[in-house]
């Protein structure tokens, strides 16, 4: 083995020779329950971002095991061919060229995000697989595939068949940049400010008027009522009266609905039917006109009076309003704070806009899904998130399925010129469904699929359905599904209705859903903010100092935000170092607890590269002592080899334990806890005294131990970190004579017995060793003078293992000779420790100068006290813990804990020195 650890002299070796072999496609054949994951498909414009990354490292941890169990095991890749995203990614490139998609035409512009597709798609597979995804990349689907297009047309005509799709007219949330309509799902809403205009709506009578307050005043031209509540004595005897609609021409009745609320404003609502959505229900209780005087693009249309038409609706406000004032209609106007809805793609303010759309009938879908997860059938992981998922399926909405766009699933259903609705598979398929002949000109619908209508079909379209396929067979239902909580309505509930109703099956068991990585601050990652961190920069190194220097030129635009490059340098000098894949993957794990907000922290990453590092050291060591060495199967074990397979067994079954509950962070605590504390720093050490004084027999068994622990441990780390395990795994199996080449191949080790009696007396060794050292450390012994140890008190059981360790302590805690002393003898010129109820006294005549160590003592800590007071001082100045950036104060608050502990040992040192008369 190489003396240092160097990840990227590793991991694109191993992926290669890993995929060339076809490790990850599964083995149908194989025994055992077959597992799989279905990839939550990324945008085929996308790029791997850390919740990716913290994602796919879960779903890899989990397939590993499990494949490693003996499953049939799939994961199963694919992509999304995200309607909305790609094609707002090609009209923008297209833009830069000064072309737009109406230039090119449909089918021109289709072929040309096709090309795009082509070139630009497979990022998202580059660094999945420098992520080390073990997908089954042979079978990679995207949702615009031919079988999976022709799935989405069949579960679209059988719906219609079914009487649950439909096309109406009626208000949908309308993206005038993108010219689509949007679900709920797809729209934000954000407080903002703005203003509340009262309007003054003359009555026809004469008799004065009626204040109305609107946050949009620019509608009023739709205006079909004004509303009052029917019990607000106010206004009953004006309900059935007219009022002149302002600058308009129009009159407008009064009406009384229970929708209005008389104790807000002036008790008095416009009624748009056509621009909000309560209006137009209204609208409808009263049979009000459907005035849009909107268009597309949100200009005002030809419904508006003629001196609004083609004006942007933020400029008719405005003209509105100054019309109103100059007409001596405004009464006043408020400062406002309302929320405001805008499309998550575009960032366009949203508008209720009437128009004709596709809507399937969620109910009679969404009640065999709720029942699905009440039975159990579904089992949300943690269980809380079935309380979200029953909230919004109780009260769920019909779902706009169409969407005003050229790229995706094109909606088959073809209109007739009488306006008569043809829906087929294709268009001869429906001419026959409609009994009609080529004579009749058909005209196709111009509008797509919403992109999660394919998506909810993903469990089982990509399995090979409608056809009764192997693949499906075996793997359907799906074992787990792994997903944020951001898209339990998009996705989650989607695949359960189209599951059970296609299927007759919930299209998974359980949801793990897992919180959303965060920056160390618990900030939200966005581009905007500058806290955006790349996976594959991690794993790679990024230097700091070319981005500053691309910065000033213009030519780059910054990675980071300034304050958070400021605190990166202050922690890695010389730029994000190159972490490698493994301590990646390992913080991943680390970090996955069952909270909604996961901060990362590069530190976490550093500490696992470390970890890497000391696992890499430890297997050096451990074949540097196998090295041309016969290691056979021994006939007996030492102490220390039967605690080491004792704790390694204890390790497994509490591995497998979180595995099974979907906790990696408490999985990779036990693996950490375990290579660093119990085989890397104890085990190791026991070792030594058999390697180096024992028997050719002990030799031998310590080898063999040595070797064992080892690989089972690397098979135990490799879902976890797969490069680093596969590399030293190599060259840790030929001694043991195993089989197989690969360790993605080899079986989960087994769990040994627990083997009680050599825990209790290696925990035993341990504490005597660390009492020992720790009187070292304190007095200040150097590690080479050996140590007259006196034990009194203990019981017999303490006798015994002494006995049977005597050798062994001497040798690790550099030992000259114990010896039992009485209860009575004198202690007062010892250092003295406890084990239980034994006392372990150490003479220091001769050892140390107590006077001389208290001197030693005393300067360190008039160094440390003054550091304290400094950072004392530091953290009482409350513009520094104010204005320092949050970063820096929370560096610093550490610092003065650390002093005040430090202060404290050195002041418990002293007073020990003093009562051995120093």
């Known amino acids: 083995m190489d003396k240092s650890y160097s990840p990227a002299d590793i991991e694109r070796r191993w992926y290669e020779t890993w995929d060339e072999r076809g490790y990850f496609t599964p083995d149908i054949d194989a025994d055992g329950a077959p597992f799989c994951i279905m990839l939550p498909p990324p945008n085929v414009t996308g790029s791997l971002h850390m919740g990716h990354a913290f994602q796919d490292t879960i779903m890899d941890i989990l397939t590993r095991y499990h494949r490693m169990l003996g499953r049939p095991t799939l994961w199963q890749p694919g992509t999304d061919h995200a309607g909305i995203a790609t094609q707002m990614v090609v009209e923008r490139k297209l833009a830069s060229e000064g072309v737009s998609r109406h230039d090119l035409g449909r089918e021109a512009f289709v072929d040309a995000v096709w090309r795009w597709k082509e070139e630009s798609g497979g990022t998202i597979e580059r660094q999945m697989r420098r992520l080390g995804a073990s997908v089954d990349w042979e079978h990679h689907r995207f949702t615009m595939d031919d079988a999976l297009s022709d799935a989405v047309t069949r579960v679209f005509v059988d719906l219609f068949d079914d009487g649950l799709i439909e096309r109406r007219k009626r208000l949908v949330n309308w993206d005038p940049e993108l010219h689509t309509a949007l679900s709920d799902l797809e729209v934000i809403n954000e407080e903002e400010s703005g203003h509340l205009w009262h309007i003054r709506y003359p009555l026809v009578s004469g008799g004065g008027h009626l204040v109305v307050a609107t946050t949009r005043p620019e509608t009023l031209l739709g205006d079909a009522a004004v509303a009052v509540h029917p019990e607000d004595e106010r206004y009953t005897s004006l309900v059935g009266e007219e009022l002149e609609l302002p600058l308009t021409g129009r009159r407008i009745p009064v009406i009384a609905d229970d929708y209005v609320d008389p104790e807000f404003g002036t008790g008095c609502v416009k009624i748009t039917p056509a621009h909000d959505f309560n209006d137009y229900d209204v609208g409808q209780r009263h049979d009000l006109p459907l005035i849009n005087v909107l268009e597309p693009d949100a200009s005002l249309g030809d419904e508006a009076p003629e001196a609004y038409r083609g004006l942007d609706r933020f400029e008719a406000r405005k003209r509105v309003v100054a019309d109103l004032d100059e007409a001596g209609l405004l009464e006043q106007v408020d400062n406002h704070t309302l929320m405001v809805p805008r499309g998550d793609r575009s960032g366009q303010v949203v508008e209720p806009y009437l128009t004709d759309q596709w809507y399937v009938k969620i109910g009679p879908l969404a009640r065999p899904a709720i029942e699905a997860v009440e ?448 209860d009575q003898a004198d202690a007062s010129q010892c250092a003295v420790a406890l084990v239980g109820e034994l006392r372990l006294l150490i003479p220091l005549q001769g050892l140390v100068d107590v006077s001389e160590e208290t001197r030693r003592l005393r300067k360190l800590l008039d160094k440390e006290s003054q550091a304290l007071d400094r950072s004392r001082a530091k953290m009482g100045n409350a513009r520094f813990v104010d204005n320092a950036p949050e970063d820096v104060v929370a560096q610093e608050r550490e610092r003065l804990a650390g002093h005040e502990a430090t202060v404290a040992e050195l002041e418990a040192q002293i007073e020990r020195l003093a009562g051995l008369g120093g």
């Open 375 to 822: 039975s159990g059938k579904v089992r949300f992981v943690p269980e809380n998130w079935s309380k979200t998922y029953f909230e919004w399926m109780n009260n769920i909405q019909d779902w706009c399925i169409s969407r005003q766009l050229w790229w995706g699933h094109r909606i088959p259903a073809w209109y007739d010129d009488h306006g008569g609705v043809h829906v087929g598979r294709d268009e001869a398929d429906a001419r026959r469904r409609s009994k009609l002949d080529d004579s009749v000109a058909l005209r196709q619908d111009e509008d797509v699929l919403d992109t999660w209508f394919s998506s909810a079909l993903w469990p089982f379209t990509t399995l090979g359905w409608p056809d009764q396929t192997r693949r499906l067979d075996t793997f359907y239902p799906t074992s787990v599904l792994v997903t944020g909580f951001d898209i339990i309505f998009f996705w989650v509930a989607r695949m359960i209705m189209m599951g059970l109703r296609f299927t007759g099956d919930v299209p998974f068991h359980e949801v793990y859903i897992h919180g959303l990585i965060r920056d160390g601050r618990g900030q939200k990652m966005s581009k905007s903010k500058g806290n955006v961190l790349d996976p594959i920069d991690l794993i790679d190194g990024i230097e700091l100092e070319p981005l500053v220097a691309k910065r000033t030129t213009g030519l780059m635009q910054p990675r980071m935000a300034p304050d958070i490059e400021k605190a990166t340098r202050r922690e890695f000098p010389d730029g994000i170092p190159a972490f490698g894949c493994d301590a990646l993957r390992f913080t991943f794990a680390n970090l996955a607890t069952t909270g909604r907000d996961i901060s990362f922290d590069l530190g976490r990453v550093e500490g696992n590269r470390n970890f890497c590092n000391k696992l890499w050291n430890a297997a050096r060591y451990v074949l540097m002592q196998t090295e041309g060495q016969p290691v056979t199967a021994p006939e007996q074990l030492s102490l220390a080899d039967r605690w080491i397979l004792s704790r390694l067994g204890a390790m497994l079954r509490e591995l497998q334990s979180h595995l099974a509950g979907y906790r990696m962070d408490l999985a990779s605590q036990a693996l950490y806890e375990f290579v660093w504390n119990e085989y890397c720093d104890w085990y190791l050490e026991l070792s030594k005294p058999a390697l180096q004084e024992g028997t050719d027999e002990e030799r031998n068994a310590t080898r063999h131990t040595l070797l064992t622990v080892l690989e089972q441990t690397l098979r135990a780390l490799h879902p976890f970190v797969p490069y680093i395990t596969e590399e030293i795994w190599q060259r840790v199996a030929p001694p043991l004579n195993l089989d197989g080449d690969s360790i993605v191949i080899r079986p989960w080790p087994e769990a040994a017995a627990v083997d009680p009696e050599a825990d209790a007396h290696a925990e035993w060794i341990k504490a005597v060793l660390r009492a020992v050292r720790r009187v070292r450390s304190e007095l200040n012994v150097p590690p080479s003078k050996g140590l007259m140890v006196q034990l009194q008190g203990g019981t017999d059981e303490d006798r015994e293992r002494l006995l049977r360790a005597e050798a062994l302590l001497r040798s690790l805690g550099r030992i000259e000779a114990f010896e039992w002393v009485g």
